[in-house]
């Protein structure tokens, strides 16, 4: 089954403690991207990737890395998680120019 | 700066009444359009696009219009079901590839039995 795939679903955690939400596709898409979703803003995009070992920054890249070694994964890293990076995290894919693929969300609590 | 949005925050429709949910976007470069659907604790799923050089895409019981006069688009559901509540939103693009999608906040639509 075609899909994207994010872990983990949940997470509470606290203020600087580093943490990694992994995203997975298995559409072999080239592209992929990071989005956070808040109440009232709509999606805004974090970071993309239009292929492996090129990444850029979306609107609010700020607080936020990822990585693209391999064509299917690209994780989302917080070097030190903060309470404004508490949000509903989707992970997308697609080929360049079609409809992308999103992934189910990872709901993020930072206290 | 440029902008989607949406008209109405909330859609309230009879099962079986036509649905129509309405979206603003001030890009007038943009050329690409999409509308998702967003289910309770799940991802936006794909439910049809459009590109500027058309005006009326239609699927299975949707249709989308595109107004680039004005700069409206809207998703028409036909005979709206209580599947079909959900929150709906509309994306564009003016690039050729997928790096500058903007998203609008979202139509919350309850579809009362």
């Known amino acids: 089954e075609a899909q994207v795939t994010q872990n983990p679903r949940y997470l509470i955690t606290v203020t600087g403690k580093k943490l990694t939400v992994t995203c997975s596709q298995n559409?072999?898409?080239?592209?992929m991207s990071w989005y956070r979703q808040d109440p009232g803003l709509g999606l805004r995009q974090i970071y993309y990737?239009?292929?492996?070992?090129?990444?850029d920054k979306g609107d609010v890249p700020e607080g936020y890395k990822v990585s693209r070694k391999e064509k299917r994964n690209f994780p989302l890293i917080l070097e030190s998680p903060s309470p404004n990076q508490t949000s509903l995290y989707f992970c997308?894919?697609?080929?360049?120019?079609?409809?992308?693929?999103f992934g189910p969300g990872t709901r993020l609590t930072v206290l | 700066g440029e902008s989607v949005g949406l008209h109405l925050p909330t859609l309230s429709v009879q099962e079986g009444d036509n649905s129509i949910i309405n979206c603003a976007y001030s890009?007038?470069?943009?050329?690409?359009f999409i509308w998702y659907k967003q289910e309770s604790g799940k991802g936006p799923q794909f439910i049809i696009d459009?590109?500027?050089?058309?005006d009326k895409r239609q699927g299975q019981r949707v249709t989308v219009l595109l107004n680039k006069t004005v700069k409206h688009l809207s998703l028409q559901i036909a005979a709206t079901q209580p599947g079909d509540s959900a929150v709906y939103f509309c994306?564009?693009?003016?690039?050729?590839?997928?790096?500058?999608?903007?998203f609008g906040a979202g139509t919350r639509l309850t579809v009362k039995p």
């Open positions: 997308a894919s697609s080929t360049y120019s079609n409809e992308q693929f």
């Open positions: 559409m072999n898409h080239e592209y």
């Open positions: 990737s239009m292929n492996v070992e090129v990444t």
């Open positions: 890009n007038s470069a943009s050329d690409y």
């Open positions: 459009i590109r500027s050089n058309m």
């Open positions: 994306a564009e693009t003016a690039q050729p590839n997928n790096n500058d999608m903007r």
